[in-house]
T-cell receptor, first 114, second 111 residues
Framework: EAQVTQNPRYLITVTGKKLTVTCSQN?????MSWYRQDPGLGLRQIYY???????DKGDVPEGYKVSRKEKRNFPLILESPSPNQTSLYFC?????????????FGPGTRLLVL | RKEVEQDPGPFNVPEGATVAFNCTYS??????FFWYRQDCRKEPKLLMS???SGNEDGRFTAQLNRASQYISLLIRDSKLSDSATYLC????????????FGSGTQLTVLP
């Protein structure tokens, strides 16, 4: 089944404790991205990647890191999480090297930073 | 001003009603337009792309007005299963950020 998977789905952590949210897609898509969704603000792009080893900042990159060592994986790293990073996070992928095609989203990761 | 703005909602309509959502965008160079649907606590899924000439998919009709920089979504004969949040999405020509989402309009179809 073609899909985007994220892990973990739910995470409660404390301020400053490094964490990684994994994202994997099995559709051989070039483009992958991370979003956070907050009430009233909609989805905001954190980082995106147009291909292996090519990543760039989105709207709200501060406090996040990403890497794209393999085509299928695009982990999101929070080196020192803070309470304002409490949010719902979505990973997405799409064919092609831009984001103009249909985005396929993962199921989301709910993060609470205490 | 937000780059993509949507009707604030929420919209509560009876089953069978026709409902319309609007979305305005600020960048006149925007290239592609979409409507996504998001069910509560779930991931967004593509509902339909929006083409310059307007397009229809069953009970759903999408229209684009480039001169006025807005897109619309019309839902006819609303079903209970149409209850969701509808997200307007615009791609930005020449922008590294690629995609911009509106904050969404919540629709509840009542029996």
């Amino acid at each position: 089944e073609a899909q985007v998977t994220q892990n973990p789905r739910y995470l409660i952590t404390v301020t400053g404790k490094k964490l990684t949210v994994t994202c994997s897609q099995n559709m051989n898509h070039e483009y992958m991205s991370w979003y956070r969704q907050d009430p009233g603000l909609g989805l905001r792009q954190i980082y995106y990647s147009m291909n292996v080893e090519v990543t760039d900042k989105g709207d709200v990159p501060e406090g996040y890191k990403v890497s794209r060592k393999e085509k299928r994986n695009f982990p999101l790293i929070l080196e020192s999480p803070s309470p304002n990073q409490t949010s719902l996070y979505f990973c997405a992928s799409s064919p092609g090297t831009g984001g103009k095609e249909t985005q396929y989203f993962g199921p989301g990761t709910r993060l609470l930073v205490l | 001003r937000k780059e993509v703005e949507q009707d604030p909602g929420p919209f509560n309509v009876p089953e069978g009603a026709t409902v319309a959502f609007n979305c305005t965008y600020s960048n006149s160079a925007s290239q592609s337009f979409f409507w996504y649907r998001q069910d509560c606590r779930k991931e967004p899924k593509l509902l339909m792309s929006v083409y310059s000439s307007g397009n229809e998919d069953g009970r759903f009709t999408a229209q684009l007005n480039r001169a006025s920089q807005y897109i619309s979504l019309l839902i006819r004969d609303s079903k209970l299963s149409d209850s969701a949040t509808y997200l307007c999405v615009v791609t930005q020509s020449g922008s590294a950020r690629q995609l911009t989402f509106g904050s969404g309009t919540q629709l509840t179809v009542l029996p």
